[in-house]
């Protein structure tokens, strides 16, 4: 994609950053406290602590999302993002 003149590998089709990293800045507080807690979790699998939470942090965080992006404090497109990228989760846009 070509922007003011120079060639820019950095961007998508649309124009936007390949590097998606940009879609987790500016999260809500309580977003962010349910999404590091996934990724503690996560951390103590890949370590081979027994954990028996997982299943409540998935659906916290799940639901931090949906909370989010009802209550307009992120963007559908952030939350799809979040959804695919830390739950698993396929996301087909409408």
Same mark, same amino acid.
């Given at each position: 994609?070509?922007?003011?003149? +120079?060639?820019?590998?950095? /961007? %998508?089709? !649309? ?7 940009? *879609?987790?800045? =500016? /999260?809500?507080?309580? *977003? !962010? &406290?349910? /999404?590091?807690?996934? #990724? &503690?979790? !996560?951390? /103590?699998? $890949? ?7 997982? =299943? @409540?942090?998935? @659906?916290?965080?799940?639901? %931090? +999302?949906? #909370?989010?992006? #009802?209550?307009?404090? +992120?963007?559908?497109? !952030?939350?799809?993002? *979040?959804?695919? $990228?830390? *739950?698993?989760?396929? #996301?087909?846009? $409408?």
């Amino acid at each position: 994609m070509r922007k003011n003149g +120079i060639h820019d590998l950095n /961007l %998508d089709d !649309q124009g936007k950053p390949k590097d998606k990293g940009y *879609l987790e800045r =500016d /999260l809500p507080e309580y *977003l !962010q &406290r349910s /999404l590091a807690q996934w #990724v &503690r979790a !996560q951390n /103590l699998l $890949k370590q081979g602590e027994h954990y028996t939470m997982m =299943d @409540c942090d998935w @659906c916290e965080l799940n639901s %931090d +999302i949906n #909370v989010a992006e #009802v209550g307009n404090e +992120i963007s559908t497109e !952030q939350a799809n993002y *979040l959804r695919e $990228k830390y *739950l698993g989760m396929e #996301v087909t846009e $409408k």
